[in-house]
């Protein structure tokens, strides 16, 4: 995928989060389940710590939503912080924005929130500076070349795609574009992830 070096430098101003609900709705909404928006795995703590992070959103920034998997059975955002941190001596700690548990070492679809996210500087998941610096990156905990992501962590990442798009608003009209890391990474810097197993056509036909 070729992306473009542009727009960087025009980025101006920041994103406010969204609304509130309105405090009120008519019987049929209600009845209807319109405006109505149910989320289950992005609770509301998670909600106010995405829309109001220490950094604040630049508009524009954020022109990438990009899927990872660990390539572990096991982990959490705890866990990935450390190894980043000290192993791979990565000074920012964990390489993603947000984590996906998968019921080992965190909750089945527990979304855990990067200190990336909260200070609003790049990643450090995707092997280009460039792409860092625009691209959210979501890690899904699991080896997806061996195993198939939990039904709960494929709802956990809709969600959580779904709100983030609306965070970080949109640019020239359109929505943050969603790809699966090895759709993304550099061609001189091949990768599998996600992993084989992943259920590209799933995250293709609800992003694309």
């Given at each position: 995928?070729?992306?473009?070096?542009?727009g960087l430098?025009?980025q101006e101003?920041f994103e406010?989060?969204?609304?509130?609900p309105p405090s009120?709705?008519?019987?049929?909404?209600i009845?209807?389940?319109?405006?109505?928006?149910?989320?289950?795995?992005?609770?509301?703590?998670i909600r106010?710590?995405?829309?109001?992070?220490?950094?604040?959103?630049k508009k524009?920034?954020?022109?990438?939503?990009?899927?990872?998997n660990s390539g572990?059975?096991?982990?959490?955002?705890?866990?990935?912080d450390?190894?980043?941190?000290?192993?791979?001596?990565?000074?920012?700690?964990?390489?993603?924005?947000f984590?996906?548990?998968?019921?080992?070492?965190?909750?089945?679809?527990?979304?855990e929130?990067?200190n990336?996210?909260v200070?609003q500087?790049?990643?450090?998941?995707?092997?280009?500076d460039?792409?860092?610096?625009?691209?959210?990156?979501?890690?899904?905990?699991?080896?997806?070349?061996?195993?198939l992501?939990?039904?709960?962590?494929?709802?956990?990442?809709d969600?959580?795609?779904?709100?983030?798009?609306?965070?970080?608003?949109?640019?020239?009209?359109?929505?943050?574009?969603?790809?699966?890391?090895k759709?993304?990474?550099?061609?001189?810097?091949?990768?599998d992830?996600?992993g084989?197993?992943?259920p590209?056509y799933?995250?293709h036909s609800?992003?694309?």
């Amino acid at each position: 995928m070729n992306i473009e070096k542009q727009g960087l430098e025009q980025q101006e101003g920041f994103e406010p989060p969204p609304l509130p609900p309105p405090s009120h709705h008519h019987w049929w909404q209600i009845f209807s389940g319109e405006d109505q928006t149910q989320y289950h795995y992005l609770t509301k703590s998670i909600r106010d710590a995405i829309d109001h992070p220490q950094g604040q959103v630049k508009k524009a920034r954020w022109r990438f939503i990009v899927v990872h998997n660990s390539g572990t059975r096991q982990g959490n955002a705890r866990i990935f912080d450390y190894y980043h941190l000290h192993v791979r001596k990565m000074p920012n700690g964990l390489a993603y924005h947000f984590v996906i548990g998968n019921g080992t070492s965190s909750g089945n679809g527990q979304i855990e929130i990067g200190n990336r996210w909260v200070r609003q500087i790049n990643g450090g998941h995707v092997h280009s500076d460039y792409l860092n610096n625009i691209a959210l990156g979501i890690c899904l905990v699991g080896d997806f070349n061996r195993d198939l992501p939990t039904k709960e962590q494929l709802a956990a990442l809709d969600e959580l795609i779904r709100y983030l798009r609306i965070r970080v608003g949109k640019i020239d009209g359109k929505p943050a574009i969603v790809k699966a890391h090895k759709e993304i990474n550099p061609p001189q810097w091949p990768t599998d992830c996600p992993g084989d197993r992943f259920p590209y056509y799933w995250l293709h036909s609800r992003f694309d």
